[in-house]
């Protein structure tokens, strides 16, 4: 399996599985975008077969048109049910307050079924994914 993997809107990074890092590429993501990255992470996504947690790391963003706002709130939804027996949960990186809002309301929308916490910089987000990580090693050890 392919370590890294890239669109125009996104790069995938599965170096650290059970750690998938997801790094958005643009500062104002379009509809075509999210269609695009919703492309690419189902195609790394589909590959796996043992649980694992993203690091989703949206510093970059500034802006969200509500168009590609929507298209990513389905896309999470969707998601959240396609892979909800593999992916424990979401370290979301979003150090600016629009981030946060946009979050937050798209979580009380969509109704999120996955645990998602949202962090100020990478190096807390990959603390905490790294933790999750390490219950995911110890229980595939045990099994």
């Not at 990255?37 to 189902?42: D, G, I, Q, V």
Request: proline share 3%.
């Amino acid at each position: 399996m392919n370590k890294i993997y890239t669109c125009n809107a996104a790069v995938i990074d599965v170096t650290d599985f059970p750690i998938v890092t997801m790094t958005c590429l643009s500062e104002n993501p379009t509809h075509q975008d999210i269609i695009e990255f919703k492309a690419l992470k189902e195609k790394v996504f589909d590959k796996f077969d043992t649980p694992f947690v993203v690091i989703d790391d949206s510093s970059n963003i500034k802006w969200i048109s509500s168009s590609a706002r929507a298209e990513y709130g389905r896309l999470l939804n969707e998601h959240d049910k396609r892979y909800q027996n593999l992916l424990r949960a979401y370290f979301i990186v979003a150090p600016n307050k629009l981030m946060k809002v946009i979050l937050n309301t798209m979580n009380k929308i969509f109704k999120r079924e996955i645990r998602q916490y949202v962090y100020d910089d990478i190096d807390m987000a990959r603390s905490f994914a790294e933790l999750d990580s390490e219950v995911i090693k110890s229980i595939s050890n045990v099994s």
